[in-house]
């Protein structure tokens, strides 16, 4: 899968922010790759790239309209058709990150068809999977897990393989849903696995490696959300991680997409050390990873400390104050 | 999805009696429905019914060719293609609850085609899941999880089903593995969901109902084991359980495919409790399944006691003395 560059974002009509984190994401981590975002009457989100149409963002040198955001089931809404057509016809591939396959909707299938532009879907792998084995591999492995979906999980991941790289560690960025799949140009999206191959994909995603080569995995929903546990469970048997960082966001009343409230974090860390230790026995937590952006800077360093005190481990905003903290306890517990 | 009746049951060449466990569910529950069985030189896997060719079968009167036999993956063995091509050929249409679909083998495909029989891979849901919405939902639901994987789950829950219509309850098994679906004709294979709908294909499999009816639903993998556990985490998240029982094989020495030991009973109980709740704070255990086969009677009504003294729940061994005990407990503790 070689998805071409530049790309054109398009965020459809999402309701909110969150629903446009695909987009959100490659721009947070590559923005070069990007020439501007599409959005349709009623978009609630915004990437701060420059709004264009299809033929300002040819005309920019746009190879591929990414279908940049997400929504509860992931189908494709049939509003969306018509763009995404334009596109195709103005000579650009498509590329998804929806369940619902592109080439499953006759009239984006047709245009590419007719154009000979190529349709990339990537939450299908085309790898077949074998279910988990369980078996202990060499190598060292990190997890960002959640006390809900959409708290920073791979920002976190993608904070602490740059921070490791800065200190020569040598690490790699492993993705397990579209954007991270799309920012690292490969991964798999482990949400669309067959749910019998959820743990056996996580296993082949994080392979037996050099004692001293870190996998910095990025985490998929949350133990305690009632849509989402069984990918979570599946990846943290799968990732047999070492290590794991609690990624948090102090705002949320309710999981998102339903009406629960979110586990604290001790809770968090209580459940995953207890169903990790299943395929990893020294599973321990080495940091916490909070999103302070209410908060103004003093209050925010203030929550951070007494997070850090209260667990007797780094608390850190990643964006804000970045994951240093955590890297040099990584370090401490995990010497080479 | 009508599959027709009778079946001739195929065990290939399987190298136990586990792996012909589809077979060996469907003769336990449903041998009428059967004319016999055909097995590959080499087969360790025995139903118990006579063995015929495809010829013999056909003049018995079957319809329909069931690929009886799971392996580790799924994956159909390629020298088992002539006996299914066999069978299409005389006539019969074919079944399989392998995760492979019979379709993407070219032999077969061309085969069905050629003679107009009809191809069905129960693992393969037609249905379009929602993700799960964790929403309480009215009518009372009784899981059977387990210590591993292949450890009387299904049985159980059929066994539950049978004894608590035979005492005037409003009760239907819900299938959530192959064998279930061929037995009860209807039914989701969990293992086969895209991994985000394991939860909403639960959901959808026991919806809300009247107040005092009780879905009985088959349990799947097991919380311990690390190549399923995730499927099994979805799944009790979807059903919500009121009250759950626990299934157990003592002869078990590390669980089923892989090297781990079993987790005790109270493991089970524990960490079933501890997720369940998140869907359905009441959640409870209300009896242990044993499968007593290797002990002698009185040795096995002694386990059986100790076990129900240890844990203060009713422990049967479903096939040898029945779940009425299990029955009992749970009229007692849900009184309509």
Known sequence: MQIERPYLLFLGDVPDALAAKTAAGIVDW?????????????????????DMTVAEAVAAGARTFVVGA?????ILPRHWVASIVAAIEAGMDVASGLHMRLGDDPDIRAAAEAHGRRLFDVRHS????????????????????????????????????AEMRARGLDADFRATGQTGVFISGRGVAIDAVVADFIAGAAEWLTPAADPAHWDVVEGQGSLFHP???GVTLGLLHGAQPDAFVVCHEPTRRTMRGVAHPLPTIAEVIDLTVACG?????????????????????????????????????????PVRFGVGPIVERLVAEFPS
């Open 30 to 50: 590559r923005r070069d790759w990007c020439v501007g975002q599409m959005r349709l009457p009623g978009c609630n989100a915004d990437t701060g790239l420059p």
């Open 70 to 74: 997400v929504n509860a089931g992931g």
């Open 126 to 161: 085309g790898e077949r999977f074998a279910t988990g084995k369980g078996v202990k591999r060499p190598g060292r492995r990190i997890l960002t897990v959640g006390t809900d979906c959409s708290v920073g999980k791979k920002y976190t991941a993608l904070a602490l393989e």
């Open 227 to 229: 849509s989402f546990a």
């Open 277 to 317: 230790r299943l395929t990893n026995p020294a599973i321990r937590c080495v940091g916490i990873a909070v999103n302070t952006a209410a908060l103004a800077e003093a209050d925010a360093r203030a929550a951070l400390d007494a997070l850090a005190a209260e667990y007797a481990l780094p608390a850190v905003d």
